[in-house]
Antibody
Framework: QVHLVQSGTEVKKPGASVKISCKAS????????IHWVRQAPGQRLEWMGW????????KYSPKFHDRITLTTDTSASTAYMELNGLRSEDTALYYC???????????????WGRGTMVTVSS | DVLMTQSPLSLPVTLGQPASISCRSN???????????LNWFHQRPGQSPRRLIY???NRDSGIPDRFSGSGSGTDFTLKISGVEAEDLGIYYC?????????FGQGTKVEIK
């Protein structure tokens, strides 16, 4: 069965960094990208960036491009999201997601982690 | 960024009755490859979002056929032919045509 398992809750002070992991299982990790999406309390879902599970290529939302770093460890089928310069507005539930539309002949699918809560507070 | 606007934001429903959610974008969502990357997600309280519909009208595996998606260009609709209790929660539209991906603000479907 396919899963994305995320690391646990984080509490950080303003200005600190956080690094969240997302371990994939049940599918061939290099074949699909990992997206990172966050959800602040009462706010809409917000796409942060994407990393290619195979070659590590990235695309970042302009809103986060100067503070976010996405990486992978393909040997561990794990993706990481690091966010620097944390502020109170970064308090949110952070999700990793992978999906495919099936355009290349495979089955369409959509898979989310359960989310990692990050609280930024002094 | 492409702005996605959903309506209504709150949708009181009677179980068994149909429901409809609108999603509009401020730019056409037709990609230069000819496809339209408009998806619908459902999120129950305390759970991760789950994709229901991809590329306007394709139901994901395991999604009941009471859910249907339609639309084109900038105007899209999600319909539930008869709402069941498990359908309550928040629905989001999402566009993946233009970078960065953006989501609607969500429509909360609740019991009337």
């Amino acid at each position: 069965q396919v899963h994305l398992v995320q690391s646990g809750t984080e509490v950080k002070k303003p200005g600190a960094s956080v690094k969240i992991s997302c371990k994939a299982s049940g599918y061939t990790f290099p074949n699909y990208g990992i997206h990172w999406v966050r959800q602040a309390p009462g706010q809409r879902l917000e796409w942060m960036g994407w990393i290619n599970g195979g070659d590590g290529g990235t695309k970042y939302s302009p809103k986060f491009h100067d503070r976010i770093t996405l990486t992978t460890d393909t040997s561990a089928s794990t993706a990481y999201m690091e966010l620097n310069g944390l502020r109170s507005e970064d308090t949110a539930l952070y999700y990793c997601q992978t999906y495919d539309y099936g355009d290349s002949g495979g089955r369409a699918f959509d898979l989310w982690g359960r989310g990692t809560m990050v609280t930024v507070s002094s | 960024d492409v702005l996605m606007t959903q309506s209504p934001l709150s949708l009181p429903v009677t179980l068994g009755q149909p429901a409809s959610i609108s999603c509009r974008s401020n730019e056409s969502l037709v990609h230069h490859d000819g496809r339209t990357y408009l998806n619908w997600f459902h999120q129950r309280p305390g759970q991760s979002p789950r994709r229901l519909i991809y590329k306007v009208s394709n139901r994901d595996s395991g999604i009941p056929d009471r859910f249907s998606g339609s639309g084109s260009g900038t105007d899209f609709t999600l319909k539930i032919s008869g709402v069941e209790a498990e359908d309550l929660g928040i629905y989001y539209c999402m566009q993946g045509t233009h970078w960065p991906t953006t989501f609607g603000q969500g429509t909360k479907v609740e019991i009337k």
